[in-house]
């Protein structure tokens, strides 16, 4: 898979994984910003941890953001209004502005160099019809006490309508920030970390879970789940109370950078950055953003982005990549206990897109329930809040309608045009395979259906992997599973199969 700005920065050493039968007091699964933000707040506690990742460490969705630290995210505030009310966008707001504060003194404290940098957020439109949306932000944020301006910056994207902007809010690197943290985690007494260890399965035993990673046995008092995107569906039931969007960014060089980032209201989003690591100065865009189930032409959507840099910039993109998150029906993620009745499961998921302030957020949630300290977003983001009508009309025109839609439109559209026949859909011994030709003419065959939730899946000819349009899991041509939820591959017997 194509690799991000971000990932260069990774330099993080090899990592042993789980090669036997462990127990612990508290097991995190998942080494991103939310597994990792929780962990550095345990160091130094009574509590053992371990800290496991099916890949190597912070080379998640994390590692695939655009980095941008803000509260002013898109027009959050007004969906929060429409869907829990004015006192639940207040607290999301305080929230946003908590976690930048933690960051901000993480940095500090540990001498972080991540390439914190202030930096103004604007929130613009090309659509005139999105105009009154603005107006309802404003009044929102005028409740909310923001200081904001309306002020146009000398843009870099034409046809502008309108502009929020906001001035105290940052950009970082999310990987020299995360990677960091990691690293005072690994030095920690109390914590040990693995990768390339993957959980399977959660069981509960009397007073204990039973977490199977690599085929061994983690004993454990207490999980976190802060994988993305979980392995399992019940608890928690995510997959009826999320969706999943996918974007393409691209990064090139550039001779000048300037303090500010930027995200369109309109569907589908633009968005972008400047950064600067010191040595070279890079500008960061994004577009063509979609839920997983549209806009299946991966090789276009990557020519589109890749096209539009260039006419920004005057420069080839020297990184393109994708990246998928997990959106809510309400627009307020899932962080805390997954259910009332499990009080020792901890889930964080359902960022919507802004998840280096939600990730920081769910460390410090989830670390303060775990030392059964008060925290006072807990309510807010409860994972088995109740339903009312609006999350629920989401839920059908998000969920229902992303997953009916992949499942249909790929059983009718197995072999697109766009595949120039380097991939096919076809049966073989009455079972769905997916069939890619190499450069050598060699034949690689997998299933063609996802482990996780039975989806058909999509050959994205830019990456060479099958990609579910359900839940995003991925696969190479070989079937070895890539990205999760999928914890299963999707390698078939090849003896099996005669054509
Ligand atoms: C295009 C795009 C741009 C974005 N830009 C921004 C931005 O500018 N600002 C912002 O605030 N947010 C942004 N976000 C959102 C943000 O990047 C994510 O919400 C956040 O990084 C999620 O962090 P995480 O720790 O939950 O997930 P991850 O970083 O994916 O970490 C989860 C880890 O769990 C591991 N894992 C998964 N399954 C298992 C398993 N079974 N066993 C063991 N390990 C497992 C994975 O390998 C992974 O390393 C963006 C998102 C997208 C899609």
Same mark, same amino acid.
């Given at each position: 898979?194509?690799?991000?700005?971000?990932?260069?920065?990774?330099?993080?050493?090899?990592?042993?994984?789980?090669?036997?039968?462990?127990?612990?007091?508290?097991?995190?699964?998942?080494?991103?910003?939310?597994?990792?933000?929780?962990?550095?707040?345990? #160091?130094?506690?009574? %509590? =053992?941890? +371990?800290?496991?990742?099916?890949? !190597?460490?912070? $080379?998640?969705?994390?590692?695939?953001?655009?980095?941008?630290?803000?509260?002013?995210?898109?027009?959050?505030?007004?969906?929060?209004?429409?869907?829990?009310?004015?006192?639940?966008?207040?607290?999301?707001?305080?929230?946003?502005?908590?976690?930048?504060?933690?960051?901000?003194?993480?940095?500090?404290?540990?001498?972080?160099?991540?390439?914190?940098?202030?930096?103004?957020?604007?929130?613009?439109?090309?659509?005139?019809?999105?105009?009154?949306?603005?107006?309802?932000?404003?009044?929102?944020?005028?409740?909310?006490?923001?200081?904001?301006?309306?002020?146009?910056?000398?843009?870099?994207?034409?046809?502008?309508?309108?502009?929020?902007?906001?001035?105290?809010?940052?950009?970082?690197?999310?990987?020299?920030?995360?990677?960091?943290?990691?690293?005072?985690?690994?030095?920690?007494?109390? #914590?040990?970390?693995? %990768? =390339?260890? +993957?959980?399977?399965?959660?069981? !509960?035993?009397? $007073?204990?879970?039973?977490?199977?990673?690599?085929?061994?046995?983690?004993?454990?008092?207490?999980?976190?789940?802060?994988?993305?995107?979980?392995?399992?569906?019940?608890?928690?039931?995510?997959?009826?109370?999320t969706y999943v969007e996918?974007?393409?960014?691209?990064?090139?060089?550039?001779?000048?950078?300037?303090?500010?980032?930027?995200?369109?209201?309109?569907?589908?989003?633009?968005?972008?950055?400047?950064?600067?690591?010191?040595?070279?100065?890079?500008?960061?865009?994004?577009?063509?953003?979609?839920k997983?189930?549209?806009?299946?032409?991966?090789?276009?959507?990557?020519?589109?982005?890749?096209?539009?840099?260039?006419?920004?910039?005057?420069?080839?993109?020297?990184?393109?990549?994708?990246?998928?998150?997990?959106l809510t029906n309400?627009?307020?993620?899932?962080?805390?206990?997954?259910?009332?009745?499990?009080? =020792?499961?901890?889930?964080?998921?359902?960022?919507?897109?802004?998840?280096?302030?939600?990730?920081?957020?769910?460390?410090?949630?989830?670390?303060?329930?775990?030392?059964?300290?008060?925290?006072?977003?807990?309510?807010?983001?409860?994972?088995?809040?109740?339903?009312?009508?609006?999350?629920?009309k989401n839920f059908i025109t998000n969920t229902m309608i992303s997953n009916?839609?992949?499942?249909?439109?790929?059983?009718?559209?197995?072999?697109?045009?766009?595949?120039?026949?380097?991939?096919?859909?076809?049966?073989?011994?009455?079972?769905?395979?997916?069939?890619?030709?190499?450069?050598?003419?060699?034949?690689?065959?997998?299933?063609?259906?996802?482990?996780?939730?039975?989806?058909?899946?999509?050959?994205?000819?830019?990456?060479?992997?099958?990609?579910?349009?359900?839940?995003?899991?991925?696969?190479?041509?070989?079937?070895?599973?890539?990205?999760?939820?999928?914890?299963?591959?999707?390698?078939?017997?090849?003896?099996?199969?005669?054509?």
């Amino acid at each position: 898979m194509k690799k991000s700005l971000w990932q260069k920065y990774n330099d993080m050493k090899k990592l042993n994984s789980i090669n036997e039968n462990m127990s612990t007091d508290v097991l995190i699964i998942g080494a991103g910003i939310t597994g990792v933000s929780v962990a550095y707040n345990l #160091i130094n506690h009574k %509590e =053992n941890v +371990i800290l496991i990742d099916r890949n !190597k460490c912070c $080379d998640g969705v994390t590692s695939k953001s655009t980095g941008k630290l803000t509260y002013l995210q898109d027009l959050m505030y007004q969906k929060i209004v429409n869907t829990c009310g004015m006192d639940a966008a207040k607290l999301y707001y305080d929230a946003q502005k908590e976690a930048i504060r933690i960051v901000k003194k993480n940095v500090k404290n540990e001498n972080i160099d991540c390439d914190l940098k202030q930096s103004e957020s604007i929130v613009f439109t090309k659509d005139l019809k999105e105009l009154p949306k603005f107006e309802v932000e404003r009044r929102i944020l005028d409740e909310l006490d923001v200081n904001y301006s309306n002020l146009h910056n000398k843009f870099l994207l034409n046809d502008v309508k309108d502009v929020i902007k906001v001035k105290n809010t940052y950009v970082f690197n999310p990987i020299k920030y995360v990677i960091s943290l990691l690293k005072k985690v690994i030095n920690s007494s109390n #914590i040990l970390v693995y %990768e =390339n260890s +993957i959980a399977t399965k959660i069981k !509960k035993e009397n $007073d204990f879970f039973i977490v199977m990673v690599n085929g061994f046995e983690i004993k454990t008092k207490k999980v976190v789940i802060a994988c993305n995107y979980p392995f399992f569906t019940i608890p928690g039931l995510i997959p009826f109370k999320t969706y999943v969007e996918k974007s393409y960014i691209c990064a090139s060089k550039t001779d000048e950078t300037q303090n500010l980032n930027a995200i369109s209201s309109n569907y589908p989003c633009e968005s972008f950055r400047h950064y600067d690591d010191g040595k070279d100065k890079y500008f960061i865009y994004l577009n063509n953003s979609s839920k997983i189930c549209d806009k299946l032409n991966y090789e276009k959507n990557y020519k589109q982005c890749a096209k539009k840099i260039k006419e920004i910039t005057n420069n080839k993109p020297l990184y393109k990549w994708e990246n998928m998150d997990v959106l809510t029906n309400d627009n307020l993620p899932l962080i805390g206990r997954i259910s009332s009745y499990e009080k =020792n499961v901890f889930i964080a998921t359902g960022y919507n897109t802004w998840g280096m302030t939600n990730g920081v957020i769910a460390g410090k949630i989830i670390s303060d329930l775990i030392l059964n300290k008060k925290n006072k977003y807990v309510d807010l983001f409860n994972p088995s809040r109740s339903i009312n009508f609006s999350k629920f009309k989401n839920f059908i025109t998000n969920t229902m309608i992303s997953n009916v839609k992949a499942y249909t439109f790929n059983l009718i559209r197995k072999n697109p045009s766009w595949y120039k026949n380097k991939a096919i859909v076809t049966k073989i011994n009455g079972k769905r395979v997916g069939v890619y030709f190499d450069s050598k003419g060699e034949k690689h065959v997998v299933s063609n259906i996802c482990p996780h939730l039975k989806c058909f899946l999509t050959f994205n000819e830019v990456d060479k992997t099958w990609d579910c349009p359900c839940h995003g899991s991925r696969f190479d041509v070989d079937g070895n599973c890539v990205k999760g939820p999928s914890v299963y591959d999707i390698k078939i017997d090849e003896t099996n199969i005669s054509n």
